[in-house]
């Protein structure tokens, strides 16, 4: 077996990555079999699918770790290729979660996305420590047009007002 094999393998059999898929499914299971108009089905279906990215995103990004300690170059490549599958699995989950639910909760998926949610859902699933990051790499998100990088605190305050504005959405569309 291969060393990527074997990774590969041993990021996938973590315990803690199966609980959160679980409970991913489950919310999505929730948001699915109630009422569509009702506001509780539709967060229940959009943390799932938050969630279910953000499991995608802990194993891809664990499986291209490794292979980090290469020349700058390749590490852009495989960065640049990781991303380009990461944006596909996106898309291809929005349009699961448009034709499987409504396109409220596709949009509330890219809404909280849009606000860091799936970034700092990362990072406490991975149980990586929120002191000290610069998240210079939020620069699309709303407050990460407005500064150069953002402290923990304004991500978190970020991600609380993604959804204020979430559930604000939902309740005027479902009126």
């Known amino acids: 077996m291969s060393e990527k094999t074997s ?3 041993k990021i996938l059999t973590q315990k803690k990555y199966w609980v959160y ?20 089905s539709s967060l229940f279906a959009i943390s799932g699918i938050l969630l279910l990215y953000t499991i995608f995103d802990l194993i891809g990004y664990e499986a291209f770790k490794p292979n ?37 909760v596709a949009g509330g998926f890219w809404l909280l996305s849009w606000f860091g949610n799936a970034d700092l859902l990362y990072y406490l699933i991975g149980k990586y420590s929120l002191r000290e990051v610069q998240w210079t790499w939020l620069k699309w ?20 007002i993604g959804w204020c504005l979430l559930i604000l959405f939902l309740l005027i569309i479902n009126e």
Do not use: H
């Open 21 to 40: 898929l679980l409970l991913a499914l489950s919310w999505l299971a929730i948001g699915g079999f109630t009422p569509p108009a009702d506001i509780l």
């Open 7 to 9: 990774t590969t393998i």
């Open 141 to 160: 998100t709303p407050f990460g047009m407005m500064a150069k990088y953002l402290d923990s605190v304004f991500v978190v305050i970020q991600c609380l």
């Open 68 to 104: 980090i300690s290469r020349t700058p170059e390749d590490n852009l490549n495989l960065l640049q290729s990781y991303r380009i599958l990461q944006t596909m699995f996106k898309v291809i989950l929005t349009g699961f979660t448009w034709s499987f639910f409504d396109w409220k």
